[in-house]
């Protein structure tokens, strides 16, 4: 514990930063834990889409949603998302809805979007259309 001690005395930045790191670390997960919006795997994905007839939202740019969507997708303008624009999903409200970007990483702030909007059942597709892809699951373009 005393060398301890002193590696924090004689390294106090490269402790701050480990302290941030940790800390950072930490509440990515509780965050993650207790977020209205679950990330899910191509798996599920698929299951909610079969058993429940779930809508899948693509939010990336038009070019890259004709090179290849997941089946039945519908996509989004990005004028329409910051505008927060939802208008013409409001009869997919009670019905779950998937939103899938590149790589997972803005579907997150659509979902939040979509659930201030009064959607109650969103969800990310964890990795996005790059686990997809990966997983080799069908594509359409």
Not at 36 to 43: F, S, V
Not at 99 to 111: D, N, S
């Amino acid at each position: 514990m005393q060398q301890f001690i002193e590696f924090v005395g004689n390294h106090y930045l490269l402790s701050s930063a480990w302290a941030a790191l940790a800390v950072l670390l930490v509440y990515s997960l509780v965050s993650g834990r207790f977020s209205p919006i679950k990330e899910l795997g191509t798996h599920e994905v698929t299951m909610l889409m079969n058993k429940q007839d779930a809508l899948v939202l693509d939010i990336r740019a038009q070019n890259e949603f004709k090179k290849g969507h997941i089946l039945g997708a519908k996509q989004i303008a990005s004028e329409k998302l910051n505008k927060g624009d939802f208008s013409s999903l409001e009869n997919h409200k009670s019905k779950p809805i998937i939103v899938v970007c590149a790589m997972g990483m803005t579907a997150k702030r659509t979902a939040t979007q979509l659930l201030k909007a009064g959607f109650s059942q969103v969800s990310v597709l964890k990795g996005g259309m790059n686990a997809w892809s990966s997983a080799n699951l069908p594509i359409a373009k």
